[in-house]
């Protein structure tokens, strides 16, 4: 499960170029996350402010 925090999220789209499941999509000033989530925790390595989270991440 992938854990957004809208607070510190700065838009800036860098998660939504990485996710391979093409999972997330920036609607303005909105970060949804899709059901075809599978927490590979990649956008959360990529985010500049932290602002995703993992919360199963599994080994790589
Ligand atoms: S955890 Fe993986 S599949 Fe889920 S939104 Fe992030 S990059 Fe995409
Ligand atoms: S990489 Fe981080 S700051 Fe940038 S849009 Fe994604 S969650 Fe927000």
Do not use: F, W
């Not at 927490?39 to 993992?54: D, Q, R, T």
């Amino acid at each position: 499960m992938l854990n957004v925090h809208r607070d510190i999220c700065g838009y800036c789209g860098c998660c939504v170029s990485v996710c391979p499941e093409g999972a997330l999509e920036l609607i303005d000033a909105y970060l949804s996350v899709e059901q075809n989530c599978t927490s590979c925790g990649i956008c959360a390595k990529v985010c500049p402010l932290g602002a995703l989270e993992v919360a199963n991440e599994k080994p790589i």
